[in-house]
């Protein structure tokens, strides 16, 4: 057996209760205050390298000119309640910042919040209607930036706009948020907005503010969301202060965003990757030269986005052939960066073509192993039969799902025609997943059963055609040995 197929299957749905995959993930928010001045002629310009989670390390945007920089960008952990973990975060630290003895250099504060699993993302666009003039030689730069409340009253910063130049009457660009990050999925929680005039020395000059919520923006371009932008410090002073402009929501749309199976975790592989590592890592080695055809199904590929239900892994359809399972391993990552996931899920161009290959060797020399890695959920059922039945050569087929196929208790049939021999081998993935987090153990069981049909299957065929093994080979000499001889 010199040859093996492999092939990844295309969309899934996130089971929650599927631990290969994090049912919870945690965002990390930074903020600094009183940072040590460190420049001479303005303030410093912030930025944090922070180690976390052994390998991971992230680059902080810098925020120029200020000592009380709000970081936008987030840290999203994956959050798993069965293993322990060397990193905990309270739900607010606040910790003193050193290396300069005898000074104070400021203070770091971290904040943690458990992420509900809303998949949703929300496009938004925005724009100002008779802001105030803050500039002495202009009107106002101004900008947008959004807070998100918190479960004990304060509020993280989730998004900042770009800033509109001159003008009083500004027009935002349309931005996309995760729903989460905007109110981690409580459509009523309190979202504030404050309007600034941006600055070139970092200084820049507070407008106004106002609050909604998620369920008042989902409305839509509305009466409703026609914000007045109130100055709270103007309004104090100021009897007849009425406000320091409008802003108006003009679009409100919302996408959701499904998780996949084939999420890429920085801290263990994903089922696809677990499974195909347990089963290839064996079936390899009774490959000669361990090179493997990879395909995946049920994808848009580039450039034109045409879907695919037979396409090389590795990007050369010329040349599908990967160097062991690493080199398939490689090219199924590099894959789910190019393609997009797509339906329907249809087995039956894989198998044909397989099948194809399979049918141009005639002598026995090489038999055919086509592994095929799925959800579970298949669009061409009768198709797939079809095929499975019209195979008359060297292949055996092992699923990962589809115990309708599995011809252990009755033969596949198609049309009133029955497959020849068993040679489909069911396993079903979820049953081989262990609960307590060892799956070196739980994968090697996994690969056990997937390949423990494979030698009947491969001698049942030789046998119904009469194929006998081919002779021994000689055996191997080391260069400048002499032969030996038996007597």
């Not at 679009?251 to 499904?258: I, K, M, Y």
């Not at 609960?435 to 059963?449: E, F, P, Q, V």
Request: glycine content about 6%.
């Amino acid at each position: 057996m010199n040859n093996s197929f492999l092939s990844m299957a295309s969309i899934v749905d996130f089971d929650p209760l599927n631990p290969s995959v994090p049912a919870t993930k945690v965002e990390i928010t930074v903020s600094c205050r009183n940072l040590l001045d460190r420049d001479t002629f303005s303030k410093s310009d912030p930025s944090k390298t922070t180690p976390l989670y052994h390998s991971l390390r992230t680059h902080l945007k810098v925020i120029d000119n200020t000592l009380n920089p709000d970081f936008v960008r987030k840290f999203i952990l994956d959050y798993f309640f069965e293993e322990r973990q060397n990193l905990r975060f309270d739900l607010r630290l606040e910790k003193p910042l050193g290396g300069i003895p005898g000074k104070k250099c400021g203070t770091i504060i971290v904040k943690a919040e458990e992420l509900n699993n809303c998949r949703e993302s929300v496009m938004m666009q925005f724009c100002g209607n008779k802001l105030d003039k803050k500039d002495f030689f202009g009107k106002s730069d101004p900008f947008l930036v959004f807070y998100r409340s918190n479960e004990d009253g304060t509020f993280t910063i989730c998004h900042k706009t770009e800033v509109v130049k001159n003008t009083l009457n500004p027009v935002w660009q349309a931005f996309k948020i995760p729903v989460r990050a905007l109110c981690n999925g409580d459509y009523d929680r309190t979202i504030k907005i404050e309007v600034y005039d941006w600055d070139r020395d970092g200084s820049h000059d507070f407008i106004g503010e106002f609050s909604t919520s998620y369920r008042e923006l989902s409305r839509g371009q509305s009466q409703f969301n026609v914000y007045e932008v109130v100055n709270p410090k103007k309004k104090g002073k100021k009897k007849k202060y009425l406000n320091s402009g409008t802003v108006t929501l003009l679009s409100f749309l919302v996408d959701t965003e499904p998780t996949s199976l084939h999420y890429m975790s920085p801290y263990q592989l994903n089922a696809y990757a677990m499974a195909l590592k347990a089963v290839g890592e064996i079936i390899q080695d009774y490959d000669s030269d361990k090179m493997f055809p990879a395909l995946g199904f049920g994808a848009k590929l580039p450039p034109d986005g045409r879907v695919s239900h037979e396409f090389a892994l590795n990007g050369n359809p010329q040349n599908p052939y990967c160097a062991g399972i690493d080199g398939v391993m490689e090219a199924y990552y590099q894959s789910l960066k190019s393609v997009q996931l797509y339906g329907p899920t249809n087995f039956s161009p894989v198998i044909n073509h397989v099948a194809r290959y399979a049918a141009s060797v005639k002598d026995g020399s090489q038999y055919f192993v086509l592994l095929i890695i799925t959800d579970g959920v298949i669009s061409d059922m009768a198709q797939t039969k079809e095929s499975i039945v019209n195979v008359r050569m060297f292949l055996s087929l092992i699923f990962t799902a589809m115990v309708e196929l599995d011809g252990d208790e009755v033969r596949i049939s198609s049309r009133g025609r029955y497959a020849e021999r068993d040679i489909v081998q069911f396993v079903p993935f979820r049953d081989y997943i262990d609960r307590t987090g060892n799956h070196i153990l739980s994968m090697a069981r996994l690969a056990k059963d997937v390949l423990a049909e494979i030698p009947d299957q491969f001698l049942s065929y030789m046998r119904t055609r009469g194929i006998k093994p081919s002779p021994a080979p000689p055996p191997y000499t080391p260069p400048g040995q002499p032969l030996q001889t038996q007597i």
